[in-house]
């Protein structure tokens, strides 16, 4: 069965950073797109990064400069290394593929104070 677990999260302070760590299990992270969402209170889940089976990543806007997404294949983990955090970054964090395609974990809060 194909599992993802989000861990990592936590509360820090604007201008801050954080690693986020998503391991799978029943699946291989390497040959497929992996991606980060998050979902703020109230608002709809958006994609913030995503990496390809080729290690080619794409980032939206909000975060572009700031995050970087990687992966090891030996771990079987995904990586978010998230910098210069901004209270507007406050969400759960999910991984799964690049097409939600995974029955989604629980996330990982991530809290960034003024």
């Known amino acids: 069965q194909e599992q993802l677990m989000e861990s990592g999260g936590g509360l820090v302070q604007a201008g801050g950073s954080l690693t986020l760590s998503c391991a799978a299990s029943?699946?291989?992270?390497?040959?497929?797109?992996m991606a980060w969402y998050r979902q703020a209170p109230g608002k709809e889940r958006e994609l913030v990064a995503s990496?390809?089976?080729?290690?080619?990543?794409t980032y939206s806007h909000s975060v572009r400069g700031r995050f970087a997404i990687s992966r090891d294949n030996a771990k079987n983990t995904l990586y978010l290394q998230m910098y210069s955090l901004k209270p507007e970054d406050t969400a759960v964090y999910f991984c799964n593929t690049g097409r939600g395609s995974i029955p989604w974990g629980q996330g990982t809060q991530v809290t960034v104070s003024s």
């Open positions: 029943g699946m291989f992270l390497g040959i497929i797109t």
């Open positions: 990496i390809n089976s080729g290690s080619i990543t």
